[in-house]
């Protein structure tokens, strides 16, 4: 079935460095990918999506490329902050009703 | 604005008990409504979604059911929990299609329910 999988964490980082959070999907056809956030206390919000190939989603600093040569749809962010301390999850959707969820990586950025 | 409630925060039940977690949204209609869970160390699962007043559509086999009995509710239930029912669960909702620029998912804030 469709599924995606990101890298395991958690991953702790210092200001400003560049955050990178892989992940790869298993879908036939092409599906949508998204990258939700889970800030401490929060429930899940959308970050960024894009829905074909070659897309690239952003949203407050962070940009994913949608390849479907490599199924991937890659987090990355150039400079973190200490506010972008959060739970990261990529996502897919085939038919626009469901969302198919990687396990979450935890992040953690340090002053 | 639209917001999502989902309670109670906070449950622990005993095995074999029964469940039920309520879920509402305000403030749109006709929403899609889903529930997830979460268990420790894994990613969110998808259990149930509806698109309409009494339609649900099953994810997993399990001892779980959902209903809609009414257009912006959405509840969970259990008749007889299992200690493997323990985990985070969370309501969510999206106006239409997920690919839609303005249409993501918007979660609840879940309820951590232990089974003893």
């Known amino acids: 079935g469709d599924s995606v999988t990101q890298m395991e964490g958690p991953v702790t980082l210092s200001e400003e460095a560049f955050l990178t959070i892989n992940c790869t999907y298993t879908?036939?056809?092409?599906?949508?990918l998204f990258w939700y956030v889970q800030y401490p206390g929060e429930g899940l919000q959308l970050l960024l999506k894009?829905?074909?190939?070659?897309d690239k989603g952003s949203n407050k600093g962070f940009e994913a490329t949608y390849r479907k040569e490599t199924t991937s749809f890659h987090l990355e962010k150039g400079s973190v902050q200490v506010s972008d301390s959060a739970v990261y999850f990529c996502?897919?959707?085939?038919?626009?009703?469901?969302?198919?969820f990687g396990a979450g990586t935890t992040v953690t950025v340090r002053a | 604005s639209q917001t999502i409630h989902q309670w109670p925060a906070t449950l622990v039940q005993p095995v074999g008990s029964p469940l039920s977690l309520e879920c509402t949204v305000e403030g749109t209609s006709n929403p899609n409504l889903y529930w997830y869970r979460q268990a420790a160390g894994r990613g969110l699962q998808l259990l149930f979604y509806?698109?309409?007043?009494?339609?649900i559509s099953s994810e997993v086999p399990q001892n779980l059911s959902a209903s809609r009995p009414q257009d912006r509710q959405f509840i969970l239930s259990s008749k007889k929990l299992l200690l493997s029912d323990s985990g985070f669960y969370l309501c969510?909702?999206?106006?239409?299609?997920?690919?839609?620029?303005?249409?993501?998912?918007?979660f609840g804030n879940g309820t951590r329910l232990t089974v003893t």
């Open positions: 894009a829905t074909k190939a070659d």
């Open positions: 969510a909702w999206s106006a239409g299609q997920l690919s839609s620029y303005n249409s993501p998912l918007h």
């Open positions: 879908a036939t056809g092409y599906p949508s």
């Open positions: 996502a897919l959707s085939k038919n626009d009703y469901k969302l198919s």
């Open positions: 509806s698109v309409g007043i009494g339609q």
